[in-house]
């Protein structure tokens, strides 16, 4: 039976698709404790409370550290506004927050800046500038002209933000030098469309090529994974299956190894 209830709980560990978790709590406490945040955690939390930034930004004046200074800028990140994919953006207090902290964490870090303070620095350059939004109607009524003059924010943007351009593209390549890996995981297909803007055929070549490459690694890896789960399921189906099943070669008990049970007696 024990094993029975083993081989249970670990088809269910296996079959877990998520959980649920506290990660505003998580930040404050480790805010508090002056704790590294991790920049894994920009994933989970949007929009967070204006009083988890105020916050970040008082530890940073007070504790003066690296790791006061990285999770101030964290956290500023983690207030740009979230609507989806195609809609985030930062505030000039965001924009202003994140340059900070990042530049003060670059300064005391010894020349050992992680590489995402400057994909931070890169991507809230990318939201103030609102280059996610997919569409935008420059000129003419988009009600009359319709999908003849739709066009991408990038699109009308980027001609005339040539210095803007090269500003994030210094950040993408600071990050590239210190972690090729972070920063093409991070922002190299972001990266991909301002070398196109301004004519660096060569380097939006060079980083195709690498994206598709890490694409077709990963895709590998997740193959390899899921095959592995497949396998560990298919383990625990047959144990669970054996430890359920009665055994089929069991002699008939003799009749005085019988006992009934009726009416609170035996016979």
């Not at 079959?15 to 998580?26: C, L």
């Not at 101030?72 to 740009?80: E, R, S, W």
């Not at 699109?155 to 351009?165: D, G, L, M, S, T």
């Not at 298919?234 to 019988?258: D, G, I, S």
Request: proline share 3%; net charge positive.
């Amino acid at each position: 039976m024990k094993k029975y209830i083993i081989a249970l709980l670990a088809l269910a560990c296996l079959s877990a698709v998520g959980y649920s978790k506290d990660w505003e709590a998580e930040i404050i406490k480790k805010l508090n404790q002056n704790v590294r945040l991790d920049y894994s955690i920009s994933y989970e939390v949007r929009n967070i409370a204006d009083n988890i930034v105020d916050l970040a930004n008082k530890q940073a004046r007070e504790k003066k550290n690296y790791i006061a200074y990285w999770n101030a800028t964290l956290v500023n990140f983690m207030g740009i506004i979230y609507e989806d994919e195609a809609f985030m953006w930062a505030s000039e207090r965001t924009l202003a927050n994140v340059k900070l902290w990042s530049a003060r964490a670059i300064e005391v870090s010894a020349g050992k800046a992680a590489p995402e303070l400057y994909v931070i620095r890169f991507l809230t350059l990318w939201h103030y500038y609102r280059l996610n939004e997919l569409t935008f109607f420059p000129e003419k009524d988009p009600i009359e002209f319709g999908y003849e003059n739709q066009r991408s924010q990038f699109e009308v943007w980027a001609p005339n933000h040539k210095r803007e351009i090269r500003e994030m593209l210094n950040e993408f390549e600071k990050a590239e030098k210190i972690n090729p890996t972070v920063a093409y995981r991070e922002i190299a297909h972001k990266a991909v469309w301002l070398y196109g803007a301004i004519g660096n055929n060569a380097k939006v070549a060079e980083l195709n090529r690498t994206l598709q490459r890490m694409e077709t690694d990963r895709k590998a890896s997740v193959t390899k994974q899921n095959q592995s789960l497949a396998r560990k399921q298919q383990v625990v189906k047959r144990q669970v299956k054996t430890y359920m099943a009665f055994p089929t070669n069991t002699a008939p008990l003799k009749w005085y190894e019988r006992v009934f049970f009726r009416g609170g007696g035996h016979f």
